[in-house]
C-alpha cells in the first residue's frame, strides 16, 4: 500500500490548490479514504473523509464549504479541491488509508500574501 500526494504550494489568501493522493496497492473505491493536516506546534486533525463506494463525505467545520474531497476510480486517485484559502490553512497535508493504516509523506500548503 502506498500513498503519494502532490498538489501543494504557496497560494495568496483568497487562492485555490488542488492536492492530489495517487494510491497504489489497493483500490481507492473500496475504502474510505481521508485527507488530513498539521500545522506547526498543532496536533494532526481531520479535514475531509469520503466513504467507500457510495461516497459519502464529512469535512471539519472550518473548512466546510470551501474544500471539496474526490476519488477518481479510473486513476485510483483521492483530490482535496481547496478554494478561499486562508493563512490558516497553512500546513502539511496527508492522504490516509484508515483501514491499512497508511499515510502518504505530506505535502506543504502555505497561504500568505
Known amino acids: 500500500v502506498q500513498l503519494v500526494e502532490s498538489g501543494g504550494g504557496l497560494v495568496q489568501p483568497g487562492g485555490s490548490l488542488r492536492l492530489s493522493c495517487a494510491a497504489s496497492?489497493?483500490?481507492?473505491?473500496?475504502?474510505?479514504m481521508s485527507w488530513y493536516r498539521q500545522a506547526p506546534g498543532k496536533e494532526r486533525e481531520l479535514v475531509a473523509f469520503?466513504?467507500?463506494?457510495?461516497?459519502?463525505?464529512n469535512y471539519a467545520d472550518s473548512v466546510k464549504g470551501r474544500f471539496t474531497i474526490s476519488r477518481d476510480n479510473v486513476k485510483n486517485t483521492v483530490y482535496l479541491q481547496m478554494n478561499s484559502l486562508k493563512p490558516e490553512d497553512t500546513a502539511v497535508y496527508y492522504c490516509?488509508?484508515?483501514?491499512?493504516?497508511?499515510w502518504g509523506q505530506g505535502t506543504q500548503v502555505t497561504v500568505s500574501s
Open positions: 490516509y488509508a484508515g483501514y491499512f493504516g497508511s
Open positions: 469520503i466513504g467507500r463506494t457510495g461516497g459519502s463525505t
Open positions: 496497492g489497493f483500490t481507492v473505491s473500496r475504502y474510505g
